[in-house]
């Protein structure tokens, strides 16, 4: 895949990810918000009016709020209208495609600059109609029917690496605390704090005491969800919204000295049900985008500094830093036990805290991940900076894998 | 606007749009039915896996069968996977708004070949259900909560027109008789019959006789469903998918020596709720879609030699008629009444019968527009093919006006 002309990032905006801060919130409150703090983020001004065209990543607002035609109601509370509006829907991946799409729109030589968000308000419901609704995204005839929604379905994926690889859950619960760890340094993320502090504070309140992290993770207080997935492998159900800014290369500078460069892109599709893929240690959307994204940048996997990659569970951190090439197939598990994803690894991983503690309102993740690598790349990340950054990586899962698509980002 | 590079249709297929054929199908099975006879019609044949791409429009398969990730299940069934697939979602437009994602996709370089489809599955809910969830795509806030659903939108529109220019309800009828016309030379269409047909079946059963098409439907057979449309102003609800086949002009030859050429291509938005416009007797979205399109193609509305219009209730094809500047303002019923845009008249409108006949699975809308410019451009429409076309011209609305999209096609 080529393009025929270059796309850069020149601002961007992002909510909180929270399940309380937006509970008197809509969806078109959280997206305008995010929009605003895009627009009022570029370096030299922009204005609304430069805009001419909106994509907007949005798994189910249908499902979760009733309202449908997303897209053209974001452009008209933001002020947009008449600029043409248009909605994806890749599951999880919405905002992650719809970044490409917004790529294609201007790459064609349509528009000069556009504004993507990603938004999803998934409160409104509770836990189980949430979890239920996010089933959708799987197959709804063979995989729904049968019991699966998200946990189980990743817990099926834990379970045949564990058994492929040896790996095993103390792996996992390294990343939760890695993540945690790094959304404590995030002030727009969900949870924002370690491990190690929620297990003092809930152990408290219990008369209970816990010598380091495992000991909570492994306690009653960590629940298992989907054997072997307990309640700290899973991301939160949070709302909120994320937009980025992108013009053409021709004009980026217009906007800002320092534009992030799109530098490669890759998207790539799989069978909805796993029962219908020859391998469930592995995510072959993710491998295919990747390769593709590559190849359009002209980088390996070692020329990345810093990823946000897609950790619904933390399974997923696995399966993505294996996939996307930063170590050998059945060795994620123990790269990040051994901290080589954390903030100063050799490849850092999801420093805003990633899904698991950044939160994951679906639509929303694929911009906010792009709103992380302008943030890393300008150097502007503040506590949770990566040295010396020159390519930056997202990587965007729908559902189980049958959407992944991955950006490269450079300066 | 202006494009990098140039896009063709080279092959197309359609399911038949009713509301019983496909009653024991899901969307998915829907689709694949489609999108193979666009592979199967294509002149010199093409590989499944030439096809490097996908974009699928779709409402709200989330809604309607609790089923979303829609084009990665439709990438899956059609076997299309590893291969990119992308939802788009803009109400009743979303099929011609991913229509343009396809052209941008492969004028931005990315992609040479790209199917693009559209698919509705309404019929499994009710017909209360699925006005309540069509709803969804008005302001779910302001509009749906006062009680507004499509009909009474429309209605507005309709009263707002009449008022201001004394358009009246016999033009509307005039329109449903000339699509309920052209329906009946349409195979794929929902209705087959004409209205007077259908009068005198309706009235034998009932013992009642009406002396022309008119006496029909001012008869209680024709019942008021928001003054001062009637049953026969309003499209039906209709299941079915409709798919095109798009390459770039390099290698559009390969594939068939009559390509159609999508020559121009427009979008706009407008205000979600009607009570924020300025005026009722247009759509401004629609205006400002077409003189984009017209621009790109270089050509004006007297070039147009056929055109499918968005007409999902017959006020709607007024409208449309005066926007795309086929009429002018407030003459859109007069000149229908005069049967200027009948199939011999000198602005065929809606040869296939329009969403009000050929029916409206509202995801499928879109492409099943691009479907019967493809088949008039290639002089290969049958009984309802309109002489000596050269320019074709499809418009898709999404919502009360929205979103509008339009693209111009020639040979």
Redesign the interface.
Known sequence: ?????GVAIVGVGMTRFHHKTHAEK?SREIFVEAALEAVDSVDNGIQLGDVE??FVGN??S??F?????????M??WLG????????????CASSG?ALN?G?????????DVVLVGGVEKMRGLGTEEVTDTLA??????YE?GAGFTFPGLYAALATAHFDRYGSNWEQLASIAIKNHHNGALNPKAHFQSEIMDTAIRRGERRGMAFKDEIDFLSSSLNPVIAYPLRLFDCCPISDGAAVVLLASEEIARRFTDTPVYIKGIG???????LH?RADLTML??TR??ALEAYRMAGVEACDIDVADVHDCFTIAEVLATEDLGFFPEGEGGKAACEGRTALDGDVPVNPDGGLKAKGHPVGATGTAMAYEMYKQLRGEAGKRQVDDVKNGLSHNV??SG??AVVQIYGR
Do not use: C, N, W
């Not at 947009?80 to 599951?91: G, N, V």
């Open positions: 895949m080529k393009l025929s002309k809509t065209a909106l798994f189910s249908d499902a709020e009733k309202q449908g035609h997303t897209a053209a109601l452009a008209d947009l209208t008449p600029k043409a509006s248009t909605r994806i829907e890749d599951a495609v799409m790529v294609f729109a201007i790459a064609s030589g349509a528009y959708m995204a799987a197959d709804g005839l729904v998207q790539a599709s799989d069978t909805m049900a219908d072959r959307a295919l985008a729908g559902a049958a959407t």
